[in-house]
């Protein structure tokens, strides 16, 4: 996956992804938190879920996942082997498509938003503070303020299509933040974990 293009060093202090990056690795040891994934199913309950025993992957044809790697792969690759992984592991059987009961698609996306956090007392010089007798609190030193960050969010939507109905029977939906610049192994790893919360209760009852 391309790497956001970072500042130079010189750009100004108010946006920084390094500096907001070690903020928040600071912010998640101290509070013990990690980013949330939030997680939604529907499903038909005329569907007997019992039957449904083999399903073939529809490819993903999206601009947004096909610039993209991971694992050493293009995403979209990934993402079908964790899907696929998930599925055979509930007892279904990956198939030929002419051959498939269900058709599983899915579409990703990724967006941008900027958050912020409040940080502070700025660390003081006090030499240099001090130097003409004035307190440095009145120059607006040591205060806390706002540190903006850049907050990607993933999502993907996973629908399993009857062929003979021609319609969706089950879907699900999977969105939280993600983190691009940690290692390959780490982001499959968190990746597993939203497909197995997604999967949990599949087949539903």
């Not at 879920?49 to 490819?59: A, E, I, N």
């Not at 062929?163 to 089950?170: G, T, Y």
Request: glycine share 6%; aromatic share 6%; proline share 9%.
């Amino acid at each position: 996956m391309p790497r956001m293009n970072l500042p130079r060093d010189d750009a100004p202090r108010s946006f920084h992804p390094i500096r907001a990056a070690l903020l928040l690795a600071i912010i998640s040891l101290v509070t013990g938190c990690a980013p949330k994934l939030h997680e939604q199913t529907t499903f038909d309950p005329a569907a007997d879920f019992k039957d449904l025993k083999t399903y073939s992957m529809k490819p993903n044809t999206q601009e947004i996942i096909k610039i993209r790697m991971l694992n050493g792969q293009p995403m979209a690759k990934t993402i079908e082997q964790c899907i696929a992984q998930e599925l055979d592991a509930r007892g279904l059987k990956q198939v030929p498509p002419g051959q498939a009961q269900l058709i599983v698609r899915w579409l990703g996306n990724i967006r941008y938003t900027q958050g912020s956090t409040q940080v502070g007392p700025t660390p003081l010089d006090l030499q240099k503070d001090f130097a003409n007798d004035d307190y440095p609190y009145d120059k607006g030193a040591g205060g806390w303020s706002s540190q903006p960050y850049l907050v990607t969010n993933g999502a993907l939507v996973i629908d399993m299509v009857d062929p003979k109905l021609k319609r969706s029977v089950w879907r699900g939906t999977i969105e939280g933040v993600i983190n691009e610049n940690r290692a390959d192994p780490e982001r499959v790893k968190r990746l597993n974990q939203a497909l197995a919360k997604l999967f949990a209760k599949f087949p539903p009852k």
